[in-house]
Nanobody
Framework: EVQLVESGGGLVQTGGSLRLSCTAS????????IGWFRQAPGKEREGVSL????????WYADSVKGRFTISSDKTKRTVFLKMNNLKPEDTAVYYC????????????????????WGKGTEVTVSS
């Protein structure tokens, strides 16, 4: 059974930083792509960042480029999302998701092919 457990959310002031963690189990880590998505109140869920386990290839949404960094620790089966220079518009519930790397496709503003999701961790950025 695939399980994804997020942690690291919280309340931070504008300009602050947080590091989210997603610990995965139940699949071959190197064969999967793991991504971060977020959903703000009243808005649709959007893809934020992605890392492909086998090659470490990464993708970022334009809104977070230069501020967020995705990385992984294969020995810990954990993907991290370091978020710097946070803005109020980053406020959302952040979800970790995973899918077989060959099935995951990144479009300009979204990601398809994820078949497992975590329960989310809340990030609030105060102005």
């Amino acid at each position: 059974e695939v399980q994804l457990v997020e942690s690291g959310g919280g309340l931070v002031q504008t300009g602050g930083s947080l590091r989210l963690s997603c610990t995965a189990s139940g699949f071959i880590f190197e064969d999967y792509a793991i991504g971060w998505f977020r959903q703000a109140p009243g808005k649709e869920r959007e893809g934020v960042s992605l890392i492909r386990g086998s090659v470490g290839q990464t993708w970022y949404a334009d809104s977070v480029k230069g501020r967020f960094t995705i990385s992984s620790d294969k020995t810990k089966r954990t993907v991290f999302l370091k978020m710097n220079n946070l803005k109020p518009e980053d406020t959302a519930v952040y979800y970790c998701a995973a899918g077989p790397s060959h099935a995951v496709v990144v479009f300009s503003t979204t990601i398809s092919g994820m078949d497992s999701w975590g329960k989310g961790t809340e990030v609030t950025v105060s102005s």
